[in-house]
């Protein structure tokens, strides 16, 4: 392939981006403030920079820490702390690099690894590890190859793995492995297929999924990856989920067009097996697994617009129903469960535009 997508910002030619970014609006989670009725979105506060392309971490403490991303300049290097309690964003120690499409690992011992990101086609090496205890970044070792748009998997020894994504050569096929106790990163086998825009998920018996151009399975014990079964539809820009019954939905994304499928994957038979469609086709939607087991799923865009559009995914019905529908449409934004079984859905970029400062929560019914 020619080139690098940017995970849809080619895709503007058909979509139509929808303008009036939100912020400056008062917390609805502050003390003494009456909560939204349940499945109901209300903005909390905002942010003190607009951002999208961001990454939101929830941290051991319970609050959220939003990184980097692309707001008012490429490649912002600043972050700041949720905390949910007061509904109110503090700025905190700011990254050595800006970068933005990086990838954000809480690590077991409660620091923050960001990896990679940056500038299309090449994206960067860098690596930081974010303390919450002194709101203080450091350096960490640098990947053997720069790269943007790739995954990082927290593995069951608490090594990180971070695969594929693009680069100075283009699509990437290589994968590497974080060892956060020398701070070191080594390359592991190359993955059979280059992908960008995919998704990576921690099977149960401790091996990574991954889903995109192609499917297939990471053992950290070889290092090694092998194919599984297809999926019924390649694509990127989906979201995939890790059940509480050990299955992995995969939900909507590109594939020629924009798409409303979504599949489950069975580690346990190796196959994947076709559940409800959405109401509405979408890409670069959050998904959330919330506490009681189901899926929510947040904006998005597809070839009509940026979406406000939520719905809530029942693994028991195979279903999806519509919930309340975000104040402001919203793509490139993270969404984040919070403690209390809320839903913190945080800014918003478009190729047109501010970036968004605003975030809103959803109480789920």
Known sequence: MNGVRACLVS????????????GGSKSTEAAGTPP????????????????????????PNGKVLVAGGYGATLNLTSAEI?????????????????????????LKNGTVLVVGGGTEPAGQASAEIYDPSKGTWA?????????MFH?????????????????????????EVYDPATGLWTTTGSLGTAQVCHTATLLPNGTVLVVGASTEIYDPSTGLWSPTTSIGAPRDDHSATLLPNGKVLV??????????TAELYDPAAGTWTPTGNLSVARSVQTATLL?????????????????????IYDPGAGTWTTTGSLNLPRIYHTATLLPSGKVLAVGRLVTTGPAVSSAEIIQVP
């Open 11 to 22: 895709l503007a030619a058909s979509l139509v981006l929808i303008l009036g970014c939100g």
């Open 82 to 106: 949720y905390d949910p309690a007061a509904g109110t964003w503090t700025a905190t120690g700011s990254m050595g690099t800006g970068r933005g499409y990086h990838t954000a690992t809480l």
């Open 139 to 147: 350096a960490t070792g640098s990947l053997a190859t720069a790269r």
């Open 151 to 175: 995954t990082a998997t927290l593995l069951s020894d608490g090594r990180v793995l971070v695969a594929g994504g693009s680069g100075a050569s283009g699509y990437l096929a290589s994968a």
């Open 36 to 59: 939204p009725p349940p499945g109901t979105w209300a903005y909390t506060g905002s942010l003190v920079a607009g951002r999208g392309c961001h990454t939101a971490t929830l941290l």
């Open 251 to 260: 939900v909507g994304g590109f594939s020629t067009t924009h798409l409303a």
């Open 291 to 311: 506490a009681n087991g189901k899926v929510l799923v947040t904006g998005g865009g597809n070839a009509t617009g940026v979406l406000a559009n939520a719905e």
